[in-house]
Antibody, heavy 124, light 107 residues
Framework: QEQLVESGGGLVKPGGSLTLTCAASGLGSGLGFSDYFMYWVRQAPGKGLECIAYISDTTGRKIHYPDSLKGRFTVYRDNGQKSLYLQMNNLRLEDTAVYYC????????????WGQGTLVTVSS | DIEMTQSPSSLSASVGDRVTITCQASQGITNFLNWYQEKPGKAPKLLIYDASNLKSGVPLRFSGSGSGRDFTLTITGLQTEDTGTYYCQQFDILPFTFGPGTKVEVK
């Protein structure tokens, strides 16, 4: 069964750093981890959903962040490890949220797959 | 960024009713649109992908339609377990963006 599992969340002080990991397993449809683009979505308490990072498939050459996060967050992937990462620096109180990883593929008739999420709490 | 709007923001309907939620993109997104259902404390659950494809395992009472800028999620024969918040998501243009959500209450 296809699944993505996030880890690395926890409690961190303002200004601190954290790296989230998203591990993929059971990816079917004859495709491998590298065949999918990946992205991170977060949801702050009581708020809506926000896509905070995107990385293209294969080499991950195309990366995108919303302007509000540029410079603090870094997304990267290790196709050999079937893993996606999100390095978060200089964390702020407003970064407190559940963080989800997800994958997709254009023109494939394949639905996006999401993980179950990992909670990041930024608090002094 | 593409702005996604949803209407209504909330609704209350009875078991068995037909419910329609609309989603509009600020510019055309072909059919690169997903619909999710969210329940408290749970990850969003994908219902519809590519605007009109029902994800395997999702009840047939859910359906999606539309292309370009205007999209619709329909629940035909509302059930009590359909209570939750529904979001649309475009993935045509980066950054991927979500609608603000429609809260559905089942009376």
């Amino acid at each position: 069964q296809e699944q993505l599992v996030e880890s690395g969340g926890g409690l961190v002080k303002p200004g601190g750093s954290l790296t989230l990991t998203c591990a993929a397993s059971g990816l079917g449809s004859g495709l491998g981890f590298s065949d999918y683009f990946m992205y991170w979505v977060r949801q702050a308490p009581g708020k809506g959903l926000e896509c905070i990072a995107y990385i293209s498939d294969t080499t991950g050459r195309k990366i995108h962040y919303p302007d509000s996060l540029k410079g603090r967050f870094t997304v990267y992937r290790d196709n050999g490890q079937k893993s996606l990462y999100l390095q978060m620096n200089n964390l702020r109180l407003e970064d407190t949220a559940v963080y989800y990883c997800a994958r997709g593929r254009y023109y494939s008739d394949l639905p996006h797959v999401w993980g179950q999420g990992t909670l990041v709490t930024v608090s002094s | 960024d593409i702005e996604m709007t949803q209407s209504p923001s909330s609704l209350s309907a009875s078991v068995g009713d037909r419910v329609t939620i609309t989603c509009q993109a600020s510019q055309g997104i072909t059919n690169f649109l997903n619909w999710y259902q969210e329940k408290p404390g749970k990850a969003p659950k994908l219902l519809i992908y590519d605007a009109s494809n029902l994800k395997s395992g999702v009840p047939l009472r859910f359906s999606g339609s539309g292309s370009g800028r205007d999209f619709t999620l329909t629940i035909t024969g509302l059930q009590t377990e359909d209570t939750g918040t529904y979001y649309c998501q475009q993935f045509d243009i980066l950054p991927f963006t979500f609608g603000p959500g429609t809260k559905v209450e089942v009376k």
